[in-house]
Structure formats: C-alpha cells, structure tokens
C-alpha cells in the first residue's frame, strides 16, 4: 500500500520542501521510495545494490539541513566509493570488496542532505552505451521493457523515470549521463570539466574526459545539486570558472536572445534516424518560436583521427581498470572476470604504446581548441543526443566480424599479436563497425573539449520513445544552459510524461 501516493508528482526540491514544511517526514519517502522499488525494479533491474538499513538510520537521524533534506536518492555503482559498500564498476571482481571511506562528491551529496537507498546498474566501467552486463545483469528501459535505457548511467536514468527516486548520480566519459537521460525521457546535464570532485582515492575520470554529476525529472534539481555539490577539492587538476551567481537562480532566468548552430551531422557513425532528426528540426522551430537565431552549422572535425585518438585514450584507461580490478581481487587479468567489450579493448589498451596515448591527448587538445574558436561565433550547439531512439535489448552488442575478433583475441589472450600488427588500425576497424558506436556519434566531442552539455527530454516519437535534444554551451558557461533549460521546460513541460506503467 503507497504511503504517499502524491510522490511521484513532486521533483526533489519540492519533497524537500515537504519534509521542511513538516507535511511528511524523511522516514516516510524512504518508506514511498522503497515501496516503488521493490515494485518497479524487477521488471527494470536499475538497482543493483540495496541500502535500506542505512536509509532507514539516516531518516530517523540527524540529516543535514542542505536543499535535499529527506529526499531518497541512488548511487551509480561506478567510480565514487561509498564507505563500506562495494563499488562494483559493473565488474564481477569487484562486487563484494568494501570501499575503505566515502568520495568527495559522496561527502558533497550527504551534506546536500539526500538519503541513499542503493546503487545502480551501470555499463563495466562505464565502458559502453547500454547496460549488460555479466555482473549485473540487463538494465531495462521503463518506456518499453525491451529496449535499453541507454548507458552506462542506465541504472539511475531507468530509477529517476519509473519515480523510484526523484535524482540520481551518473558519470559521463563520451555521454553516460546524457545518453541514458535521452533514452528514458528525463534531463541530464554534463557539467563542465572540473565543476565536480572527482578525488580522492582517483583522481580523475579518464585523463579528464569524464565528470559525475546527476540524472534528474526536473531542471531545477540539476541546477540545486549542482550548486550543493560543486568547487574544487583540495588537489583538483582543473580551474573551472566560478558561477557569477547560483545555478538555481538561472533555471528562473530568462536566457535571452541566442544564437544557436545546429546540426544532424554525425561526428563518427554512418548515419541518423529519421525520427532523431525530426525531433531536431521541431526543436529547432521551438527555439524559433521563443526568438532564439537558429543557424544549421557545425565545428569541422577530422572524423577518423578523432575516432582514433578518443579511442586510444578509453582503450588504455580499459585497461588500466582490468589491471585494477584484478590486483584488488589480488589475482592476475583473464577474460572471464570482465565482459567481452571490455577485455578486447584492454588488449588494445595493452598493446599500444605510451607516446600513441600521448599524442592521442595532444590530438584532443587540439580538437579542443579548434572547437573553442567555433563557439565564439555561437552561444549554443544543438544536436541529437544519440543517433536513433532506444536501441533493442542486445542490438549494440558485438556483432558478425566484429564479435568474432573480440572472441579470437580474447579467447587467445591475445595481445601479443596486437602488438604485431596496426594495433591502432584494427581497433578503428573494429569501432567503425560496432554498432554501439553508430548509437552514439554526438556526445563524445563535449567530453574531448571540457564543455558542459545537456540532453533536454523535447520529442517522442510514434513508438512513445523519448528522443533526447542535445545542447552544448560554452567552455564554464553551465548558466547560459540552465537558463536555456528553464525556458524549455516552461514552453514545453515533460514532467508529467511519464511511462505508462510506473506513474
């Protein structure tokens, strides 16, 4: 029976609000919260790790009194350690090892006053588009239980749209916040590079491509967290500009007249589905409608270089994290302890050679900078967030010729014979055909420049799949985002679309 079937109709700010206002009590949406868990999660497995006995110690506690006061909240079960609980990566070896102290931006979501009730499913570190793990298992999308909620925040995207919770923590290397939120309808905001800790025990998130954050129904939470849980931490290799005033006060701001490029042009991949570039052209038009400049441009990028070069750099950090996981195991790297995907890029991580990662780097920074000079001309870039709608469960998996090589060199262990031939070249070849990197040819590029990027939940197609809207703002310019967001939202509300079978 639902304690407080009102529930889903609030965001988290509004059932902070609640709680302040005395009208329901922390210990009750813990209640709510688990009971729409236990409800939804078997049909969705997005939670992977239950909390409850420490959710229901925090709520009858001394919470702080931060913006979050009470409201349930999930942990994305990658990269962030929460004192004595397992981070798994979506790795088998690591399932059941505690982690010794919480993350700094675990600190920050606690003193925001959130209460955790678990973690969720996620990609093996954080590595591909969807969620199937051997570890954890296949993650579900509410909207249609056979298609993907998208990865590798898919867990916390699924949990925040069936209204398990309100928000959700998400990292994102190439997208895994953005992508998730597209493919289950909800808003996810990629902050810029160093807004958010990232320390201590490591101290970045793939040499800098990756930022953690959260996955949310409603603009403001995204903007609140984020103003709870930003700054630098002691050590940070990053400066990012301070925000002239607070994210929240944005969201309520009008965002003025922009100048908006746009483009459907996919910046790897072959090709886009019509209904991804349908919902480009409406969004367009609304931006239109609400006196924004629309110009169809984009920044120019070399694609196979900048193929290869992304790639180099996630191959090696494949790599690094097998090497990792398997010394906490305190056992030696094989292929059966990680997942196909993650095992042949750890061999071409392996068979690589450090000035192929160094000039990789330098290859991205470039790309940086030539695609800071094309936002001096725009305010904002919109494209898709993906290049189709939600995939089908196991459509992206590794397929024909492409599965085949990753069998034979895993099976083989076979990272002597990269070492052979164009390591470099095969793994281009490989990723050209995988149709896991077709899925995902926009969100990368953000990640290579640093630029905070947001998927805005602005079309459905006829199926009733949600086609996520991306928007990419300026190099520390959140606020021009949020205020872009705001409007959005108010012009267009998606809060109440919500699956058919989870309201």
């Known amino acids: ?27 009750e949406l813990v209640e709510e919260a688990i009971r729409r868990i236990e409800t939804y999660n078997p049909k969705l497995n997005a939670v992977i790790y239950k909390m409850y006995d420490q959710a229901h110690s925090a709520a009858i506690g001394n919470l702080p009194d931060g913006p979050f006061r009470g409201v349930p909240f999930l942990l994305k079960d990658f990269f962030s350690t929460c004192a004595g609980v397992p981070t798994s990566d979506g790795n088998r070896l690591l399932q059941h090892i505690p982690a010794l102290q919480d993350s700094e931006i675990i600190r920050r979501f606690k003193a925001a006053g959130v209460i955790i009730l678990g973690k969720t499913n996620t990609a093996e570190f954080g590595l591909t588009p969807y969620v199937e793990t051997k570890a954890l298992g296949v993650g579900r999308n509410p909207w249609n239980l056979n298609c993907t909620p998208g990865g590798s925040s898919g867990g916390s995207a699924a949990a925040v749209a069936a209204g398990m919770v309100p928000l959700a923590s998400g990292t994102d290397g190439a997208g895994s916040i953005r992508m998730p939120a597209s493919c289950c309808g909800v808003f996810g905001l990629k902050p810029t590079r160093g807004r958010t800790p990232t320390g201590p025990e490591q101290g970045e998130i793939w040499h800098g491509l990756g930022v953690e954050h959260v996955i949310t129904r409603s603009v403001r939470d995204s903007a609140v967290m984020l103003d709870a849980i930003a700054g630098a931490e002691v050590g940070a290799p990053y400066p990012t500009p301070a925000p002239v005033r607070p994210f ?16 459907s042009h996919p910046f790897w991949g072959h090709a886009v589905h019509a209904d991804c570039v349908t919902g480009l052209h409406t969004t367009a038009g609304l931006l239109q409608e609400l006196g924004h400049e629309l110009v169809e441009d984009a920044p120019q990028i070399n694609r196979e270089a900048f193929i290869a070069a992304f790639m180099t750099m996630v191959v090696a950090e494949a790599r ?12 030696k790297p094989a292929f059966k302890d990680f997942d196909d995907t993650t095992y042949v890029f750890g061999l071409m991580g392996q068979a690589l050679s450090a000035s192929d ?15 800071g000079k094309f936002f001096e001309q725009y305010d904002v870039l919109l ?11 196991g459509e992206l998996q590794p397929s024909g010729v492409t599965l085949v090589v990753s069998r034979l060199l895993n099976g083989l262990e076979a990272g002597w014979l990269l070492k052979l031939i164009n390591a ?5 070849q490989m990723i050209e055909k995988a149709r896991a990197f077709d899925f995902m040819p926009y969100t990368a590029l953000s990640n290579v420049t640093g630029q905070p990027a947001m998927s805005v939940p602005l079309y459905w197609n006829a199926a009733g799949l949600p086609v996520g809207m991306q928007f990419v703002g300026r190099f520390g310019d959140e606020a021009k985002l949020f205020r872009l967001a705001g409007q959005l939202e108010q012009s267009q509300p998606w809060f109440n679309r919500v699956p058919p079978t989870f309201n």
């Open 1 to 27: 029976m639902a304690i407080f079937p009102e529930y889903y109709q609030y965001d988290g700010v509004g059932l902070a609000e609640l709680v302040s206002t005395k009208q329901i009590s922390p210990a």
């Open 248 to 263: 929240s006060q944005e969201v309520v701001t009008q965002p003025g007249r922009l100048r908006i490029a746009f483009t």
């Open 320 to 331: 690094a994290d097998i090497e990792r996981a398997a010394a906490r195991a305190k056992r």
């Open 357 to 371: 990662y160094a000039n990789a780097a330098r290859f991205l920074q470039t790309v940086a900078r030539d695609v």
């Open 383 to 393: 494209t898709p967030t993906l290049a189709m709608p939600p995939a089908r469960i």
């Open 424 to 428: 470099k070249s095969l793994m281009v």
